[in-house]
């Protein structure tokens, strides 16, 4: 069975391990992705074992390293899929952008996969995924990193009721998700959905691409070689360097106001990533006031 833990970056583990007392309790507005094979029992029984095992074993290692890039968090982990949370435990306002972006790396990398099992196996293999935005309240987030929550609402089923419903190889959101990312992403109105227990129909909409737009997200998604090249420039006094190159670009796209203290924990969080150690020690000595 899989664990959540085991398939957790460290440093992410350890963000939410840090804050789970300080969560615990607390009103959260996230958004929840799930995602599974459509078709899976079917697909099992043309596979041994061994194939249909080392398949899900490729198709999950997608699915993690797509949810985790944008800070969400798999919550659980199905027989052939993954429910995935995006704002919490990890707080992120933009927590509807965050899944959408995961979840269009994660459609082009499976359609990818897709391609080749048909070479290889000669099987069709089709992902379908769903994406509601609501409120839980967090409860108690286990050493494994199993996070307890109460939906209000019904925030988990219209997700889960999407993927169900979406055609392999698309992500379909509710009106929901929808309005949160009005602009960011090309939709495509499907029309409303009656689900059972839901009073009135909700509008569902099919997930194409991102458009042009710059959000903060996007910016601070510097490849790690850009980051390197800048602390190699920096010779080491990292904090002025990297930051006021960072402070121009982000001024250039959102003008002078831009709040550098998110700045500063952008260059915070991306160095965790690289586990660049000396120059996050430096970063928080220079910054304590906001890394603290």
């Known amino acids: 069975m899989r664990s959540v833990a085991d398939y957790t970056p460290k440093h992410l583990a350890e963000k939410i391990l840090q804050s789970r007392s300080a969560?615990?309790?607390?009103?959260?507005?996230?958004?929840i992705l799930f995602a599974d094979v459509k078709g899976s029992m079917q697909l099992a029984s043309q596979l041994d074992p061994e194939?249909?095992?080392e398949l899900l074993d490729r198709f999950f290692a997608v699915l993690t390293e797509g949810v985790h890039r944008y800070e969400g968090t798999v919550n659980q982990y199905t027989g052939d899929g993954v429910m995935a949370l995006?704002?919490?435990p990890i707080s992120h306002?933009?927590?509807?952008?965050?899944?959408?972006?995961?979840?269009?790396?994660?459609?082009?990398?499976?359609?990818?996969?897709?391609?080749?099992?048909?070479?290889?196996?000669?099987?069709?293999?089709?992902?379908?995924?769903?994406?509601?935005s609501g409120i839980v309240v967090v409860g108690k987030i286990g050493d494994d990193l199993r996070m307890d929550y109460t939906a209000q609402g019904h925030t988990v089923g219209v997700a889960q009721r999407l993927e169900q419903l979406a055609e392999a190889g698309h992500v379909y959101l509710s009106e929901h998700t929808a309005r949160l990312v009005e602009g960011y992403f090309q939709l495509a109105d499907l029309g409303t959905l009656t689900i059972k227990g839901v009073d009135a129909p909700i509008g569902v909409f099919d997930l194409d691409a991102a458009t042009n737009a710059r959000t903060r997200l996007q910016v601070s998604r510097t490849t790690?070689?850009?980051?390197?090249?800048m602390i190699d420039r920096s010779g080491g006094r990292l904090s002025q360097p990297f930051l006021h190159e960072r402070q121009a670009r982000y001024a250039e796209i959102?003008?002078?106001?831009?709040?550098?203290?998110?700045?500063?924990?952008?260059?915070?969080?991306?160095?965790?990533?690289?586990?660049?150690?000396?120059?996050?020690?430096?970063?928080?000595?220079?910054?304590?006031?906001?890394?603290?």
């Open 224 to 229: 790690l070689a850009e980051v390197q090249s």
């Open 23 to 31: 969560l615990e309790g607390e009103r959260k507005q996230v958004t």
């Open 254 to 292: 959102f003008g002078e106001e831009w709040d550098k203290a998110e700045e500063i924990r952008d260059a915070h969080r991306l160095l965790n990533d690289m586990g660049a150690t000396d120059q996050v020690t430096r970063l928080q000595r220079a910054h304590s006031d906001i890394l603290a």
């Open 86 to 88: 995006f704002g919490a």
């Open 93 to 132: 306002e933009d927590h509807a952008q965050r899944a959408c972006y995961a979840a269009l790396q994660m459609r082009d990398e499976l359609r990818r996969l897709s391609v080749d099992l048909r070479m290889e196996k000669g099987i069709d293999f089709g992902v379908r995924m769903g994406i509601n």
């Open 51 to 53: 194939d249909w095992h």
